[in-house]
């Protein structure tokens, strides 16, 4: 079998489990959510409601039907591409992600590009010396930006440069003086588009002085997977016999290092890429919360709150196919990148 369909044989192996975790992705958070303490009748009227209101109430919304059938309800909505509506706002859900999504897509690539541009340097520092000083200073950095509690890292950060020194806005993610820029909800982009076309730049200054301290934050924790993963690759690829083959040559160690090290070192790096996106996930949950940024997972922690069933089964359904998505990606470029994978 040649190269190229051991490849498409694997992407559609690849696509076709693709359905069946989202299936079970879907189920757990629906059992789940009924499981959990609380009532959403509770969270809607209170606990002192009357009892033929609150009767009423979960009629309508459909919570008074056995288990079984409201699973099968919401597994029929969902393979029409249906995902209901807020049981608190009775806004589809889907018009809740669409509004959400872009903030926090935003924050998580901005974030995700620091902490690859942060970490990669750090970890490439060590690598003329290793055991040397700036080879430990970059291992310790990576080991504590990796231990740091997003939520403490996030206050102190908050606190020193916004509270204490008044450098950037304290959360939210646009000024309330201004309008928000109308287009894509990427605030960014919209901005940006808003200053070439009329010369107003007060949008896009203000849409990144409210990006700044979030996204060092969640880049600065994630910058360590970066850094140990190319440290640690990168000392096994300068220690492979290819490596000696190339310095035999009398090639200089620095294109040693840049042409033949460098590349076998970025492999794993971009399979660990893929893995942080799902870790963006949980991380962004604690810093928007922090930072009162308006993204999915924001929006996440307060239909938890409000036990809002639909809503939070359709944003974690949605979020687990962007991973899902990107997962199958990566395994992809990867394959498609190293000769040496096989099938």
């Not at 699973?71 to 393979?79: I, N």
């Not at 930072?291 to 924001?298: K, N, T, V």
Request: aromatic residues 8%; positive net charge; glycine residues 10%.
């Amino acid at each position: 079998m040649s190269r190229r369909s051991a490849l498409l044989r694997y992407l559609a192996s690849r696509i076709a489990l693709a359905p069946v975790m989202m299936w079970l992705i879907a189920s757990l958070v629906f059992l789940l959510l009924r499981l959990a303490p609380g009532d959403p009748i509770d969270a809607l009227l209170g606990t002192r409601a009357p009892e033929a209101a609150r009767a009423a109430l979960r009629a309508q919304l459909g919570l008074d039907q056995p288990l079984w059938q409201q699973y099968g309800h919401f597994l029929g909505q969902l393979l029409h591409g249906q995902l209901g509506q807020s049981l608190t706002n009775q806004e589809p859900v889907l018009a809740v992600i669409r509004d959400s999504l872009p903030a926090s897509l935003e924050l998580g690539v901005v974030a995700l590009l620091l902490a690859a541009l942060v970490g990669l340097a750090v970890g490439f520092s060590g690598v003329a010396r290793p055991e040397g000083k700036l080879d430990l200073a970059g291992r310790l950095y990576g080991i504590g930006t990796y231990a740091l509690p997003p939520f403490w890292a996030a206050m102190v950060i908050q606190l020193v440069f916004a509270v204490w020194l008044g450098w950037l806005p304290v959360g939210g993610r646009f000024p309330p003086t201004l309008l928000p820029p109308e287009g894509s909800g990427f605030y960014l982009l919209d901005s940006l588009q808003l200053g070439l076309v009329s010369g107003q730049w007060q949008n896009l200054l203000g849409s990144l002085r409210h990006l700044v301290l979030p996204a060092c934050t969640l880049g600065l924790l994630l910058s360590g997977v970066f850094a140990n993963a190319l440290r640690l690759n990168l000392r096994r690829a300068l220690d492979s016999d290819f490596i000696e083959a190339a310095r035999s040559r009398g090639l200089s160690e620095r294109r040693v290092i840049l042409r033949h090290a460098l590349p076998n070192a970025l492999l794993p790096v971009l399979t660990i890429t893929g893995i942080t996106v799902a870790s963006l996930i949980g991380g962004a949950l604690l810093i928007e919360v922090t930072y009162s940024w308006p993204g999915i997972a924001f929006r996440l922690q307060e239909a938890i709150g409000q036990r809002d069933y639909p809503l939070v089964q359709g944003i974690v359904v949605v979020v687990a196919a962007l991973v899902v998505l990107v997962t199958v990606a990566v395994d992809l470029l990867v394959a498609i990148l190293d000769p040496r994978v096989r099938f």
